[in-house]
């Protein structure tokens, strides 16, 4: 009997084809592949770093699960999509923003699950460095798409090298409470991930377009 596929294992081989369908279709349009916009997903800890833990809820699972939908979504929209990690080890916070500088990314998205003793703290929060004004404006799109589908979001300046390159524009979003008994079910849905990701990917599309 054949062994079960690992969750990493199907995503990865959904982002291969999507990025190869991408590829394609770029090329029959007359433009390179690697004209396209390059966007880092980051699946927060990893590794001997589980991140906040609640019960049966480990971050670092489920910051990896909703990195894979996210990038499943930008790669379908012609992006040239890079994962820090593609299972579970740890990538340095140094290492995490060398990758994307590495890359040439124009764009960073690092991706976090929070707890809080309060149960009843809900929402999102958004991470951005200070006096970056690329990654402002990312954040900018980042929260009227949060927002716009109906969620709170804090938005919070952070001094974190990890966020501060000067040339790619980064921001940490934390997408929900697993402490919240509201919010608790939406960190292992896929259809929540589904609606992260496409908020997301029209948040980079309005900052890379300008529109």
Same mark, same amino acid.
């Given at each position: 009997?054949?062994?079960?596929?690992?969750?990493?294992?199907?995503?990865?081989?959904?982002?291969?084809?999507?990025?190869?369908?991408?590829?394609?279709?770029?090329?029959?349009?007359?433009?390179?592949?690697?004209?396209?916009?390059?966007?880092?997903?980051?699946?927060?800890?990893?590794?001997?770093?589980?991140?906040?833990?609640?019960?049966?809820?480990?971050?670092?699972?489920?910051?990896?699960?909703?990195?894979?939908?996210?990038?499943?979504?930008?790669?379908?929209?012609?992006?040239?999509?890079?994962?820090?990690?593609?299972?579970?080890?740890?990538? $340095?916070?140094?290492?995490? +923003? @060398?990758? &994307? %500088?590495?890359?040439?990314?124009? !764009?960073?998205?690092? *991706?976090?699950?929070?707890?809080?003793?309060?149960?009843?703290?809900?929402?999102?929060?958004?991470?951005?460095?200070?006096?970056?004004?690329?990654?402002?404006?990312?954040?900018?799109?980042?929260?009227?798409?949060?927002?716009?589908?109906?969620?709170?979001?804090?938005?919070?300046?952070?001094?974190?090298?990890?966020?501060?390159?000067?040339?790619?524009?980064?921001?940490?979003?934390?997408?929900?409470?697993?402490?919240?008994?509201?919010?608790?079910?939406?960190?292992? $849905?896929?259809?929540?991930? +589904? @609606?992260? &990701? %496409?908020?997301?990917?029209?948040? !980079?599309?309005?900052? *890379?377009?300008?529109?």
């Amino acid at each position: 009997m054949r062994p079960i596929p690992s969750i990493q294992t199907v995503a990865l081989t959904m982002l291969a084809l999507l990025s190869a369908a991408a590829s394609a279709g770029a090329q029959a349009l007359g433009t390179l592949s690697s004209a396209r916009p390059i966007v880092v997903v980051d699946a927060g800890h990893g590794g001997d770093e589980p991140g906040v833990v609640d019960g049966e809820l480990v971050e670092k699972d489920l910051t990896l699960r909703l990195a894979f939908v996210v990038a499943e979504e930008m790669v379908a929209r012609g992006y040239d999509v890079r994962l820090t990690r593609d299972g579970d080890f740890a990538v $340095s916070m140094d290492d995490r +923003r @060398a990758i &994307a %500088e590495g890359a040439g990314a124009q !764009v960073l998205l690092m *991706l976090h699950v929070m707890a809080r003793e309060d149960p009843a703290a809900r929402g999102a929060e958004m991470y951005v460095a200070a006096g970056m004004a690329h990654s402002g404006r990312l954040a900018d799109r980042v929260e009227a798409e949060v927002r716009g589908d109906g969620r709170p979001l804090l938005r919070r300046a952070l001094d974190a090298p990890a966020l501060a390159s000067p040339r790619v524009a980064s921001v940490a979003l934390e997408v929900a409470h697993m402490t919240n008994p509201e919010e608790r079910p939406l960190v292992t $849905s896929r259809a929540f991930y +589904r @609606a992260v &990701a %496409e908020s997301l990917a029209d948040a !980079v599309e309005g900052y *890379l377009t300008g529109g």
